[in-house]
Structures are given as C-alpha cells and as structure tokens.
C-alpha cells in the first residue's frame, strides 16, 4: 500500500468517525447550505457596495495615492446618489461645491428678485469702506436687465449733479445686468458639475472620464465668465476692449476646453498641466486688469474692487497651490481620507474666490448705475 493509499484511508476513517459523533440529518443540511448561501450573497452584495482601500481600485480611479481608504469603486448609479448622505472620501467634495452652488442660487435669485438686502449681504463691508460711504443707492436690482424706478432715477441725478465731476455724465437707466447674469450663470454651472462629477465618478470607467470633462469644462466656464462684468463695465464706455478682451479670453477657454477633452490629459499626472492652464487664463486677467487700473487711477472705487479682486486672485492661488503639491495627505497619507485633504481645501477657496469676485461685480454695478458715459 502507498503511503498515499494510507493517508487517503485514514481521512476516510476520521470523516466517518465525525458523522457518528456529530450526526448531520439531511435537513440541517439544506439549512446550512441555505445560510451559507445567504452569507455568500450578503457578503458579495457589501463587498460591492461597501468602501475599498486606493489598492483595490480599478486603475482608472487610482488619482491620489496619498487618499489610501473610503473609496466607492463601481457602485450603481442609485448607490452613488445615495451616498451623498454616507461618509467616504468624496462626502465633503460633493458637500463644499453642491453648498456654494446653492449660495450662488440664492443669490442670483435674490438679484432676480430684488432683495437688494440678500444680494448685498457680501457687498456690507462695501458699504463700511471709507472709500464708499457715498453709496447710498441700491445697487440696482432696479429692473434687472434694462427698466429702473422713477424714484431711483431722480435719487441717480440728485445724487449724480451733487458729487460727480464735470466731465462724468450721470446714467439715465440702470446698467445692464446680462454680463453679471453670466457671470452668476457660469458659477453655478462649475460648482453644480463637479458637485455632479465627484458624486457619480465612481460608477464606471466611462461615466468617470465623461464627467471629469464636464468638471474641467466647468472650471474653464467658470473663469471666462468671471471676465464678463469687470471687462464690461469697467470698458463699458469703450466698447472696442470688450472684444479685445473678452474676445481674447473666450478664445483661450476654448482652446483650453478642446485641450482637456482628450482624455490622456484627464489622467492623474497632468495634475500640474490642466493647473498651468487653468492659471493662465487667470493671468490673462492681468493685463486688462492693469489696464483698467491705469484707465480709472481716480476712481473712487479703485481700492474696494482692487481689493475684492486681489482677494479673489488670492482664494484662487491659494487653492490652485493645494491641488497641485497635495498638501496635508502627502506628508500623512491616509490621514486625511475622509476630511482635510487637498482637494476639499481646494474646493472651498474656489468658493471663497468665487463670493469675492461676487463682491467686486456688486461694486462694478453700483458705480455703473450712478455714473454713465462722458
Ligand atoms: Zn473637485
């Protein structure tokens, strides 16, 4: 007999002895089978749907290194839009931009709807500046888009024949609203589609790279937009630099939209690129900016709205620098899975930038309203 015959023998033997011992009927074998079914079912289904580590993921998903757990790889659709309210590590990417698309709802209907108290809310320390304690106006909420009160027309020209220059001729109508309404419309549309973006990413390869597109196609809109009511209204009597201007950086953001949608450059180590070109749109903005400063060196209002715009370029930067070094999760890797790493920080400070710019267009507004063309 071999050795093998043996051990084969004696396995035999010892199976039989356990059934004797321990009889198993064949009911409590169906039983078993159909708990060990369901525990294999239960197990596969939260597997599924439950928070993986940066190993497990599908290579299409591994972006940051440094975020190692909490991840959602795969899930359906419905588990995905439910998981707004579960925590892993998109919750507060989802939270910090679907929270300021809502601040920018409210306050584009509050513009809407003529609720100069909520559309100023921002614009308060506007008012406190020593520079604009002469802005006792509404900023015109007025008519929206053309109209204006008759009330604010005769508070424009007391006020107008009272401070204003010779060589400034008071507006007779409110200033139009449609490049701040783009600029608003272009806010929500960013925050709203990466909201969207860091909600669904983890659905499939497919939807991922379709909705990255859209959030990169978002930040693009969101920054050409913001040009539309400094550019207007501070060139409002000079028509020929809108399309200089305007021209210009709407070309740029196609380019830079056409560049982004091929999908190498979606990929994680493009971070510093799409950065670079991101950020030089924004440097674009230096140089009407610098033209603009030249231009209206007199203005009262040179200070605040050089102030809200630098503060915007600052929340921008800011941020920008975060996003690209990856800073706190790359000296602590998985610390900051859940809360505190990059990206959140980034999120919040395009916000911040994004109420800034707000601010300075609420200026923009008052003082075209008051002041027209010579
Ligand atoms: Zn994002």
Redesign the pocket.
Known sequence: MSLREITRRKMNQETTTTSTLYPISSSDQNVNKVENKDHQESKAKSKRYGLVSFWELPEYMKDNEYVLHYYRANWPIKEALFSIFRWHNETL?VWT?LIGFIIFVALTVANLMEVPQVAGLISFFTRSFPNSGDTNVSHGSNGFFTGGGATNLVDLKQIASSEMGANITPATTPVTRWPFLVFLAGSMFCLLS?SI??LFCCHSRRLNILLLRI?YSGITVMIITSFFPPIYYIFQCEPRWHFIYLGGVTALGIFTIVTLLSPALSAGKFRAFRALLFCSMGFFGFVPAIHAAIVNWSNPKRDITLAYESAMALFYLTGTMFYVTRIPERWKPGWFDLAGHS?QIF?VFVVFGALAHYSATLVFLEWRDRFGCA
């Open positions: 990417n931009h990466s973006c860091h959030d990206h999120h």
